[in-house]
């Protein structure tokens, strides 16, 4: 069965750093486009950062630029998420999905954002 699930999520402090994971099962996560995204309460869905199938190339938010990482670890099937010196304005929701753009504010999942991990942070 062809699936793709988010974990990670939780509760920090400011400054501190999480690492999320969006792990495939019953198909191979290299040749695809991968994006995450996120939602805070009352807000928008916005696009945080994707990493290209083809060539590995990766994009980001302006926001997160600078503070998280979004990498492959193709023996586990996984892409993750590393968010580093979090801020309260990183509260959200965040979801992914393989996606059919690399331009964050225009991707598109190919099937659906899947259910999603909290991340609060809050001092």
């Known amino acids: 069965q062809v699936q793709i699930v988010e974990s990670g999520g939780g509760l920090v402090r400011p400054g501190g750093s999480l690492r999320l994971s969006c792990a495939a099962s019953?198909?191979?996560?290299?040749?695809?486009?991968v994006g995450w995204s996120r939602q805070a309460p009352g807000k928008e869905r916005e696009g945080v950062s994707c990493?290209?199938?083809?060539?590995?190339?990766?994009y980001y938010s302006d926001s997160v630029k600078g503070r998280f990482t979004i990498f492959r670890d193709e023996e586990k099937n996984t892409v993750y998420l590393q968010m580093n010196n979090l801020k309260p304005e990183d509260t959200a929701v965040y979801y992914c999905?393989?996606?059919?753009?690399?331009?964050?504010?225009?991707?598109?999942?190919?099937?659906?954002w899947g259910p999603g991990t909290q991340v609060t942070v809050s001092s």
């Open positions: 019953g198909f191979s996560l290299d040749y695809y486009d």
């Open positions: 990493i290209s199938g083809l060539n590995g190339s990766t």
């Open positions: 999905a393989t996606v059919d753009s690399l331009d964050i504010a225009k991707m598109k999942p190919f099937r659906s």
